[in-house]
Each structure stands twice: as structure tokens, then as C-alpha cells.
């Protein structure tokens, strides 16, 4: 057994029991299509992912200020540079598995490891994260803390509660009035001759998906190619147990989406979507509403929604997962780092506060207080 194989094993044992996008099916779906290098570090009872990113990448360049939400603004304190990023692509938590109560102290060595693999490939920096403020995690939290990681509090996740009854059990915990607006944007997009069906993963291999995801890459600015868009694609529907959203109408495809249910821990996880632009009716009725009876159909009761477009997932029942990323400078840090990671931390909570319609300022409650351990 070569070394990588004997990682790959250990990696696989230790994430059995975690998360979806943590176990080795869902890495090796994203190995190799962002980052200059990767490996698998392990220490007693741990293991982490380590992914060395930078802002020249050939498709979706990473810094630490994207990494901590600060693209737009970034602190002038922030390195440039490669970054040793310690999480899960394409899913909101940090890339460590393994038993923390059985690896009592191990987070100090396992952090050890990958700052001396950022070193060697001339990073500036270490990210874990982001962090979800869960009881699930507060060993991690601690681990990292000790080892002097400072905590910058990321945008939160967008998370939706649901049981067997779907989207109508969805709709009678809203509001009267946000009822009538949901039932709306159905009424109308159906009328429009729009549908959304449940595929087999492999029809996510369609051109016209790529096509799709393509435009909303580039829609953010990303240099993808339409073959990085298909790639994209193909890799999220190599994952076992995924299937296709996909939203047509009298003009074709208007919008496609590829999610996978982890049966265990029975949540349900978006690997992409992509809609026409400015087509809310399609993103609405693909991205939420037929979301929430695919997911009820196959045991799912918690749904992940991301961190953008905060007023329209709180409106139609969703709360706010509280997220933190730990961050490491690797050269000398400036004497005041624990104020500057804080100040970084009001202005993210500040921007989603400005974003949330009235009378929600109450989810950002327990962000503030460090709460949110459910």
C-alpha cells in the first residue's frame, strides 16, 4: 500500500461517521479542482484535509480575505499569498474527522503537522474552518483556540427545519401573508409553463447545464471555462446518492441544481445550482420550494441554504447557523491581531444585520453571544 492510499484509508475510517461532505466520496469529488496542492495530514486520532489556494489559480482563485468573507474590503492586515485552507469545499465546515474524545491533546499536534506542510510550500497563512458553533465541534474549537488560532466570525448559514409533511408543513408555520407570496411565485411560474422534475445524476451531464453554469460563474466573476462548468458538473453527480433538480419551461432548461442526502444524519446538501439570470420565479420554485418535498421524499429534515440572500430564506422559515473561521499567521503577527480579527467580526454580523428584513434581528442573538450550540 502506497502512503497516499494508506492516508486515503485513514481518512475514510476516521470520517465514517461525519458529515457528508467530509467523507471520502465527496473529497474525492472535489480533488484536484481548486487548489495548487492537497494532503491528507493525520495526528492520533485526527485527520485533516490541507489545501494550498492562492489567487492565481486557473479557475476560482482563493486569498484569506475570500476565505474569511473580506473580498470586497479586504483589512490591509491580511498577507497575501498562499493560504493553507483546513475545510470542505463546497459545503460550510471545516475538513477534520476523527474521535476529538479519543484524541485528547491531538489538535495541537495535528495543527503542528499542517503549519509545518504550509511552511514548506511557502504559505502565509492557516484557515480552519469555517467552523459551524455547534456542540458537534466545541473540541475543534477549543483545540484551535489553545493552539493560538484567533476566531473571525464568518457570514452564517441559512438552515431550514423540516419534517415529513414537506413544503405544505413549510407554509403553515409562515405567516399569513408570506403564504400568499409563496403560493404566488408557485401559481405563477406554473402558469408560465415552468416545472421542475427529480433526475437521474447523470443527466446533470447535460450541455445545457453547462452552458447554465457557466453564465452564473461568470455572472460572479469567476474565470471558469464552459469545460470547467461541465467538469463542475460531472464531478457533483459522480457523488453516491446524488440527484437532479431541474427546472424547464416552454423556452428549455431554466435552471438546474445537483443535492445529495446523507440518510444517516439525514441532511440534505446542495453540490450546485444555476438558474437564467434574473429569473427569480425558477429560483425560487428550484432552489427552495422543490427542494424541501425532494428532500422530505428521501428522509431529509435539514436543509443547508448557504449564506447569500439572507431576506428571502428567513421569510420562508429559515434560521441563521452561526460560523467561525480560525486563522493562523505563519510570519509575525501584528501585537493587536485579537482586536482586528473582533473588529472583522462586527462588520460581518453588521452586514448581515443591514441584510435581514425587519423584526429578525432576534437570529442574530446567539452570533453575538457565541451561542447557537445546538
Known sequence: MTPQQATTDRWRHLAARAALPLREPWMAAEQGRVGRASAVVTAGGLAARALLVDADEPRTGYTLADLLDQRHSPPDWLPGGPTVFVGALGARLPAVVGDPAAAAGGHRALLDRIEEWARDRGARAVAVGPVPRTAEWTELEEGLTAAGYRPVTQLPEAVLDVDGTGLAGVLERLPRGQRKTVRRQLRVFAAGGGRVEV???????????????????????????????ADRLHRARALPGAFVLSATGDTGLRGVSVLAVDPVRRELFSRLSACRRDDDFTWFNLTFYARIDAAAARGATTLYYGDTT???????????????????LLDAEPPDLARRCAAVSRSVLDAVRAELPRGHDHLLDPLEAGGNRG
Not at 460572479?220 to 469545460?227: D, M, V, W, Y
Not at 429559515?318 to 480560525?326: E, H, N, V
Open 199 to 229: 433526475l437521474p445524476a447523470e443527466r446533470a451531464d447535460d450541455p445545457r447545464a453547462a452552458a447554465l453554469l457557466h453564465d452564473h460563474y461568470r455572472k460572479f466573476g469567476h474565470r471558469s471555462t464552459l469545460a470547467d462548468a
Open 310 to 328: 439572507y431576506t428571502p430564506k428567513v421569510q420562508r422559515g429559515c434560521t441563521l447557523r452561526g460560523l467561525t473561521t480560525y486563522v493562523r
